[in-house]
C-alpha cells in the first residue's frame, strides 16, 4: 500500500508560480510511475503530467508544456510539480497519483493510488 500527500498548493496570481510536492510512502516509490491530474469545479478530472521510474519520460497535456515541470526525488520519495506562468484557468484540485509499473501514462485508470489533493487557485 502507498500513501501519498500533496503540499504546496495555495492562492496566487496570474503569472506567479508554485510548486507542488507529492511525499509517498513505501519502500518501492522508485519503481513507480508517478502523476499530477487536476479537476476543477464541474469538470472531469484531467492529466496533467507524468513521470517514469528514471524520470527520463514525461509526458505532459498540452495546455501545460512550457510551463510546468514534474520531477521526482527517489531518494525522498517524493515527486515536485513546479508550475510557472499560472493562469486562471489552472484552478483546479490538483491529485498526485502513483502507478505499479515504471512507466508513466496519461490515462488515470491506470494509477493504483491517489493522494487528497490540494487546492490551487489562480486569480487574474
Known amino acids: 500500500q502507498v500513501q501519498l500527500v500533496e503540499s504546496g498548493g495555495g492562492l496566487v496570481q496570474a503569472g506567479d508560480s508554485l510548486r507542488l510536492s507529492c511525499a509517498a510512502s513505501?519502500?518501492?516509490?522508485?519503481?513507480?510511475?508517478m502523476g499530477w491530474f487536476r479537476q476543477a469545479p464541474g469538470k472531469e478530472r484531467e492529466f496533467v503530467a507524468g513521470?517514469?521510474?528514471?524520470?527520463?519520460?514525461?509526458p505532459y497535456a498540452d495546455s501545460v508544456k512550457g510551463r510546468f515541470t514534474i520531477s521526482r526525488d527517489n531518494a525522498k520519495n517524493t515527486v515536485y510539480l513546479q508550475m510557472n506562468s499560472l493562469k486562471p484557468e489552472d484552478t483546479a484540485v490538483y491529485y498526485c497519483?502513483?502507478?505499479?509499473?515504471?512507466?508513466?501514462?496519461?490515462?488515470?485508470?491506470?494509477?493504483?493510488?491517489w493522494g487528497q489533493g490540494t487546492q490551487v487557485t489562480v486569480s487574474s
Open positions: 497519483a502513483a502507478r505499479r509499473v515504471p512507466a508513466a501514462v496519461t490515462e488515470a485508470r491506470q494509477y493504483n493510488y
Open positions: 513505501g519502500r518501492t516509490f522508485s519503481s513507480y510511475a
Open positions: 513521470i517514469g521510474w528514471s524520470g527520463r519520460s514525461t
